[in-house]
């Protein structure tokens, strides 16, 4: 089969179009709720930003705004700013870089916005500098790991250590305050020095299994693989809190 030079035209256009397609379907699409996800993939590394506003003033504002968010965890880059509205070419240059489109009192064309949806590109159109820096806020605070806040949640002292078929070595002992809670973490100290780390899986009143043993009550603890319990080791029950980070916002004002 002979193909005419117009239909061999249409054939290297189709697969031309048809490679595109895939390779845009298989692109990661950046947008601020979905910054963190690909941050942990290791897709992008930092937020790439084109900024379109109505004036050179407010480029520059929002410049010195976003600047002021790089953390160690990502990087914000404006990669181009200008006035006027957001165009194909900025879509198509969002497109290459994987960058999101910022308007400030500018709207995309509909030009931009057929090829933004086209390109999986993300616009964004403020009115107030405020808003559109709380939004660039919000999504980079969940790239920030929590802090971890430890807080014991009870203690307890063997009174006696004793043998079950089906736990291996079990502490007898008295909670002293606060309470014990069945799968929490627990660190065993013997003359207030740490001996081991472990789970409580296992915790049992007289015959019976218990979620959680309060202060004033005497239960059984097991820590799985421990087994070298002593008398008077105290059993400190304990889990971390994690607390979510938050940036400083920037000082820009609630107008331009």
């Known amino acids: 089969l002979v193909l005419s030079e117009e239909d061999a035209r249409n054939l290297s256009s189709e697969r031309q179009a048809s490679d595109r397609a895939e390779r845009l379907a298989t692109r990661p699409r950046v947008t601020l709720e979905g910054l963190h996800d690909h941050i942990a993939e290791g897709k992008i590394k930092e937020l790439n930003i084109i900024v379109k506003a109505d004036v050179e003033g407010s480029i520059e504002a929002l410049r010195g705004?976003?600047?002021?968010?790089?953390?160690?965890?990502?990087?914000?880059?404006?990669?181009?700013?200008?006035?006027?509205?957001?165009t194909e070419t900025d879509v198509m240059l969002a497109s290459a870089s994987s960058a999101i489109i910022l308007g400030f009192t500018v709207r995309a064309t509909p030009e931009a916005e057929r090829a933004a949806d086209r390109e999986r590109v993300d616009i964004r159109t403020y009115t107030v500098i405020y808003e559109m820096v709380s939004d660039i806020r919000a999504g980079l605070e969940g790239l920030l790991e929590p802090e971890l806040h430890e807080q014991v949640l009870g203690r307890a002292t063997v009174r006696e250590v004793f043998r079950a078929p089906r736990y291996g070595m079990i502490a007898g002992s008295y909670v002293n305050n606060g309470r014990i809670v069945r799968g929490s973490k627990v660190r065993v100290l013997r003359d207030n020095r740490l001996v081991a780390e472990g789970i409580v899986d296992s915790l049992r009143r007289f015959k019976d299994d218990a979620s959680d043993v309060a202060a004033g009550y005497e239960c059984g603890i097991g820590l799985g693989s421990f087994n070298d319990f002593k008398v008077d080791d105290v059993l400190e029950c304990y889990t971390h809190e994690e607390i979510a980070r938050t940036l400083q916002a920037p000082s820009t004002g609630r107008g331009r």
């Open 65 to 86: 705004s976003l600047s002021q968010f790089d953390t160690d965890e990502v990087r914000i880059r404006v990669i181009h700013g200008g006035v006027g509205a957001i």
